[in-house]
């Protein structure tokens, strides 16, 4: 049985820059993220804070030649993914990581039938231990959209992705995630294309797989309400950098940083009670971030110290972390 | 009651919008993408219309202010049928009605300047001489909280929630009385989402408007709406006041629908309903299923379902329903808990 302690990926201070005509995109700045075996670890931003950015660095699937990463470490299973061989990652991406990503019409190709690519999944999953047979990966696809619980997983195998809705071309993903044993499980907004009903569907789906094979997973939404209902500790990012971490019931109850209070009350609620003002201004520039606290431009409770030099994470409660300089008081 | 019949601005009255796809031998296959829809918006207020996709709800928005032509069905506006295409309409009535669409990006013509985009909707709908124009483009742009540096700037070089205000002052631009908003804010994040909404809610004060806000964001909802319809395949399955909608929601569709709205508190997870959980899929406008089109997901499915198609009722004073459920008065009964 495996160990809720034990960490899997462990990121330490990773920057990524992205090169552009006039500079460097200085988009991630110093992310430091914790997977434990198991977990479920939710990373809420808004649109170009730096999540896909985050975890495309840890499969090393970032567009080759125009990202440079100065400093920072991404270990899995203690190993640097950083100081992999081509090898090593090849590995990693099919025997140890699975990522679903948020538009399944685009993670598809359009002119192969799902069966041939769920097992193209599996072929190269399964060649690292000596390969399998044809007949053996065709059952193992068969069985893998039966688990997603989609009908007729005979006929869908000789379907093309235009043939199947949204929600079934989601479900396709999953289970070319799940095929084959993995240990880490990155859903990259899973349900944001899809209809509210749909992504309560995906959701739960999701998290019935993830507990019953005891595979962490790091779940990107921007969604706080999703947050929630899913994961076991949550991650808030802004402009590249982690802001606050939380088990869902502390972050919920007392948020703490700034930027996580203005983005939980802009959430309208069902229960009523009009809206709030929201955060006012927006993301900064990546080309000339601020040099302090990259919140510091909208934050409202702003001191000096802010604009000088980033703070750093802070232990302010068990399990409970914020970068603010608002914790020294 | 005559005073609530003057009160509405806009009535649609068994409206149908079929697209025709393609034959086969039995003939023309038609979407059913708005199938006979009755609602009406009072003067002032917030109707907001929620579905999932392809339940029909942006094809109304689009026969609404006149970019397709009704199959069947009439649209009243101040108490003259518009039901017909725009090209017909008189310019007047075209000028009342106007809409914000959902991605700024490709609404917005990414070659003109904020300056040019504004100036269009003035030059054809208002009789302001040409000299005054740049005045009165400031002056909207004031209104969305844009300053006047913003005039030359292109929509490309801007943010979604700036683009996002530029078509909303491009939509006031012509002083309407109902300004149709199609999910102005899924594109966008909830903290410009929050500040878009504010505006919208404060413009509505300051020039008497009308909305119908389609959206799929239920929590939305709430907090703009003053009534919701529910739309699910080309039909209208509930209409109520927003507060009793969410306190007291009838049909098992609704139901679904408010059961899967990811919540941030204690207090809204008590308001979902807990015994329904979403299962199926949304089917095909082409062949919508005979009788109740929501009965092939509906957990509380009887016989008569799959035969008769159910009538609107009224349930309550303001509160409709569209579902067998609720049809004879001796049946009925409140399935939320």
């Known amino acids: 049985m495996k160990n809720k302690e034990n960490i899997l990926l462990n990121i330490k201070d990773l920057h990524v820059w992205y090169k552009v005509y006039g500079g460097y995109l200085k988009v991630l700045n110093s992310v430091h993220l914790i997977v434990r075996e198991g977990e479920r670890v939710g990373l809420v931003g808004e649109t170009g804070c730096g999540k896909t950015t985050t975890m495309k660095s840890i499969l090393q699937i970032l567009p080759p030649g125009d990202f440079y990463i100065p400093q920072g470490q991404i270990f899995y299973k203690g190993r640097d993914v950083l100081k992999m061989s081509f090898k090593e990652i090849q590995r990693l991406r099919s025997r140890e990581i699975a990522m ?195 919140f510091q431009p909208r934050c409202e409770q702003e001191r000096p110290i802010c604009s000088e030099e980033p703070p750093q994470l802070f232990e302010i409660e068990k399990d409970h972390l914020v970068a603010c300089y608002l914790t020294q008081r | 009651m005559e005073q609530a019949t003057n009160n509405e601005i806009l009535k649609i009255e068994k409206l149908k919008k079929y697209f025709c796809i393609g034959k086969d031998k039995r003939g023309l296959i038609y979407v059913r993408a708005v199938d006979g829809v009755t609602f009406n918006i009072k003067h002032g207020e917030t109707l907001g219309l929620v579905g999932e996709s392809g339940s029909g709800k942006s094809t109304i928005a689009y026969t609404v202010v006149g970019m397709y032509r009704p199959t069947s069905g009439q649209i009243t506006f101040k108490d003259k049928n518009i039901g017909i295409e725009a090209a017909r309409r008189p310019l007047s009535s075209k000028k009342e009605i106007q809409i914000v669409f959902q991605d700024p990006g490709s609404s917005l013509n990414p070659r003109q300047t904020i300056k040019q985009i504004l100036t269009l909707p003035l030059r054809i709908h208002t009789q302001i001489p040409k000299r005054q124009f740049q005045e009165k483009i400031v002056e909207l742009l004031e209104k969305v909280e844009l300053s006047p540096d913003y005039l030359y700037k292109s929509p490309p070089s801007i943010g979604g929630g700036e683009k996002q205000m530029v078509a909303i002052a491009r939509a006031m631009a012509s002083n309407p009385s109902v300004i149709i908003l199609d999910e102005p804010t899924s594109a966008l994040d909830v903290s410009i989402q929050a500040k878009i909404i504010n505006k919208l809610i404060d413009l509505q004060k300051e020039m008497s408007l009308t909305y119908l806000f389609i959206t799929h964001d239920l929590s939305l909802m709430r907090n703009v709406a003053n009534r919701i319809a529910i739309m699910y395949l080309g039909k209208i399955c509930e209409v109520a006041e927003s507060v009793t909608f969410f306190e007291k929601p009838l049909h098992p569709y609704t139901q679904m629908l408010i059961s899967s709205v990811p919540v941030v508190t204690k207090e809204e997870e008590d308001l979902k309903p807990q015994k329904i959980i979403s299962t199926g899929e949304i089917p095909s406008p082409v062949n919508i299923p005979p009788g109740c089109s929501f009965h092939l997901r509906c957990p509380y499915k009887m016989p008569i379902c799959s035969k008769v198609d159910p009538e609107m009722i009224e349930f309550s004073p303001g509160h409709m329903v569209r579902c067998h459920l609720f049809a004879k008065p001796d049946n009925k009964k409140i399935i939320k808990e």
């Open chain 1, 100 to 294: 679903i990503f948020q538009d399944p019409t685009a993670a598809l190709n359009p002119v192969f039938t799902i069966g041939n690519q769920i097992g193209d999944v599996i072929k190269y999953s399964a060649a690292f231990a000596g390969g399998m047979h044809k007949e053996k990966i065709k059952m193992r696809s068969i069985k893998a959209l039966k688990e997603v619980y989609l009908p007729d997983p005979e006929r869908m195998c000789i379907n093309y992705p235009f043939q199947l809705s949204g929600g079934m071309r989601q479900r396709v993903c999953i289970a070319m995630a799940i095929s084959s044993p993995r240990n880490l499980l990155i859903a990259d907004e899973p349900g944001t294309s899809l209809d509210v009903t749909i992504q309560d569907q995906i959701h739960r789906l999701l998290n019935e797989l993830v507990e019953k094979r005891n595979t962490a997973i790091i779940l990107i939404t921007h969604s706080l309400g999703v947050a929630r209902e899913m994961t076991d500790r949550i991650y808030v990012m802004y402009a590249g950098t982690i802001v606050e971490t939380a088990t869902p019931e502390i972050l919920f109850k007392n948020p703490f940083h700034p930027y996580t209070k203005g983005l939980l009350a802009s959430v309208p609620r069902i229960s009523g009670g009009g809206m709030t003002q929201g955060i006012p201004g927006k993301l900064p520039s990546y080309l000339n971030p601020p040099s302090g606290c990259r």
